[in-house]
């Protein structure tokens, strides 16, 4: 069973620190996402990446935000400059066409 | 932009009740995923559908295209169904609902 994998599962960080959420996705898939979901709301789209570019970027997903695939196999989400409402649980997903949609288990990030 | 509403957001039923979980979007898609979302966090997988039915053991998924509607079923539900539902309509990108919460009492 194929599976994307998410590191770290937690991360403490401090407000204004700079983090970096990594996810290594299925390997034949073609589009990479990242997901955030704020505790008691609902999942919400961050960025998607195909082809090695950013293809679609949410409204969330601003200066403070940027994605890499820096050795063709991890998949990072950096959040500059942490704030308070950045805290969530941050999710990985993979799409190929006409297959389902894998997601990793998520980190947690709280940011105090 | 594709708006994806479910109903109910809270559920709760006995053990061995049938469940209908309802998602509606106001979009055309590409497919319409069933998603499932246990305590800890982690988000499986159930259906992607686009057209017709499909069967999982005591689960069901169905769509109507022209409708822009789907539902979720389970037969025979059991505790370990607990857990909240999330269908996701699916174009370049997943578009999640708010999730439904499901509590199967013994």
């Known amino acids: 069973e194929p599976e994307v994998t998410q590191t770290p599962s937690h991360q403490v960080t401090q407000m204004g620190q700079e983090v970096i959420l990594r996810c290594v996705p299925i390997?034949?898939?073609?589009?990479f996402y990242w997901y955030r979901q704020i505790l008691g709301q609902k999942v919400e789209f961050l960025v998607s990446?195909?082809?090695?570019?950013?293809?679609?970027k949410s409204e969330i997903f601003d200066d403070q935000f940027s994605v890499e695939r820096p050795d063709g196999s991890n998949f990072t989400l950096k959040i500059r400059s942490t704030k308070l409402e950045d805290s969530a649980m941050y999710f990985c997903?993979?799409?190929?066409?006409?297959?389902?949609?894998?997601f990793g288990q998520g980190t947690r990030l709280t940011v105090v | 932009k594709n708006e994806v509403e479910q109903s109910p957001q809270n559920l709760t039923a006995q053990e061995g009740e049938f469940i209908t979980i309802n998602c509606s979007y106001s979009?055309?898609?590409?497919?319409l995923h069933w998603l499932q979302q246990h305590p800890g966090g982690g988000i499986v997988s159930l259906f992607m559908?686009?057209?017709g039915k499909k069967k999982h053991g005591r689960l069901i998924a169905t769509i109507n295209i022209q409708e822009k509607h789907s539902s979720l079923h389970i037969t025979a539900s059991h505790p370990r169904d607990s857990a909240v539902y999330i269908c996701?309509?699916?174009?370049?990108?997943?578009?999640f609902g708010t999730g439904t919460r499901l509590t199967i009492i013994p």
């Open positions: 997903a993979t799409l190929h066409p006409n297959t389902e949609a894998f």
């Open positions: 990446f195909y082809n090695n570019e950013i293809s679609e």
């Open positions: 390997s034949n898939h073609l589009y």
């Open positions: 559908l686009s057209s």
């Open positions: 996701a309509a699916r174009n370049e990108k997943l578009t």
């Open positions: 979009v055309g898609i590409s497919a």
